[in-house]
């Protein structure tokens, strides 16, 4: 099977990022943004996709967190869109429930090439550790968009602010790992009747 990895350096005058995925991976990472609980939540989705992840960041912090955070954000999926290749074999579309104590997250993508974020989320906390909350939608949104996905993301309970990101990032991580993953029975053709999957 042809090895399914990608680098991406992305430069602007906001953020300098370099990322290295390995989608037939066992969850390794090496992950610094300087935001620590970005950190946290790309090593849990690593972990739990299987998606061996490489990611440095150095940005611009001493304005906000925004810049680094979405720039994160489409750096990865530009990684894992360029790893997908032409997109043969895989299985497209993965789903989860993702339970995290009183939190439980419904997660649907498609990878269609066609780009969508669905965001049902509320986080009670403006922040969790140094990162401001508002900025999650963001990352999800990018990161959709740039592996060219429809992405839904639904919290059906939570009260713990920790505990509702966290749920949806792992279950982002184990759809991520069904839709990319080999499916034995097609492995030499694109999931589409069209043939061609866009992006």
């Not at 066992?26 to 610094?32: D, S």
């Not at 906000?64 to 032409?86: F, N, R, S």
């Not at 049902?120 to 990162?131: D, F, N, T, Y």
Request: glycine content about 10%; charged content about 25%; some cysteine.
């Amino acid at each position: 099977m042809t090895q399914r990895t990608a680098s991406i350096v992305r430069k602007t005058n906001e953020t300098d990022i370099a990322v290295e995925v390995n989608l037939d991976g066992t969850g390794q990472y090496e992950i610094e943004t300087g935001v620590g609980f970005l950190d946290h939540m790309l090593e849990q989705l690593s972990r739990h996709s299987l998606i061996d992840v490489k990611l440095t960041c150095k940005g611009d912090l001493h304005i906000d967190q925004h810049h680094t955070v979405e720039d994160c954000g489409i750096a990865l999926g530009e990684a894992i869109h360029k790893a997908l290749g032409e997109k043969r074999g895989i299985r497209r579309y993965g789903d989860a429930l993702s339970p995290m104590d009183e939190a439980l997250t419904r997660v649907a993508l498609d990878i269609s090439g066609r780009p969508f974020l669905v965001w049902k989320v509320s986080i009670p906390q403006a922040r969790l550790g140094e990162m401001d909350t508002e900025l999650f939608p963001h990352w999800f949104h990018s990161f959709a968009g740039s592996v060219g996905m429809t992405l839904h993301v639904e919290q059906l309970s939570g009260e713990n602010s920790h505990h509702i990101i966290e749920s949806c990032f792992k279950g982002l991580a184990r759809a991520l790992r069904t839709a990319t993953e080999i499916d034995r029975r097609k492995a030499d053709s694109v999931p589409s009747t069209k043939g061609v999957l866009g992006g």
